[in-house]
């Protein structure tokens, strides 16, 4: 839900390509992420157990002070006034300012990022083979 409501933040400000690939991206990642804990996991049966009163205590202390929370930031809003946010150029190209930024302010963060992912990905594969009898 927050990649979500983050991407409709992104439409409100009428950058409307990042909001497609923030959805796209981060649900891939979530969904490759899940893969692999699957995929590393042994799987068996688990025992039943009992569920203790201090766990559903705990998670209706979490549960309402999150409600509360959301209350409290729900009424201080403003009135529903059809306010727009400023845009600092709205004739930009939103793909193009994207790949501006990312290659021109963070190319070697970029880079660097690139090859963690790969050292993960080749970490994963080893890690997650079986050896044989």
Do not use: C
């Not at 992420?33 to 157990?49: N, S, V, Y």
């Not at 994207?98 to 070697?108: A, E, M, S």
């Amino acid at each position: 839900m927050s990649f979500v409501a983050l991407a409709a933040v992104f439409v409100t400000l009428d950058a409307y390509f990042i909001a497609v690939v923030q959805v796209l991206v981060y649900a891939g990642a979530v969904m490759v992420l899940f893969l692999f804990i699957i995929m590393l996991l042994d799987l068996r049966e688990e025992k039943t157990r009992r569920v203790r009163l201090s766990a559903w205590v705990g998670g209706g202390l979490v549960i309402g002070g999150f409600v509360s929370a959301l209350v409290q930031v729900i009424s201080s809003l403003p009135g529903s006034g059809n306010t727009k946010p400023v845009v600092s150029n709205p004739e930009a190209n939103d793909v193009a300012l994207v790949g501006f930024t990312l290659f021109k302010d963070f190319n070697f963060p970029f880079q660097i990022i690139g090859v963690l992912l790969l050292v993960a990905t080749v970490g994963v594969v080893l890690l997650s083979r079986k050896e044989l009898k």
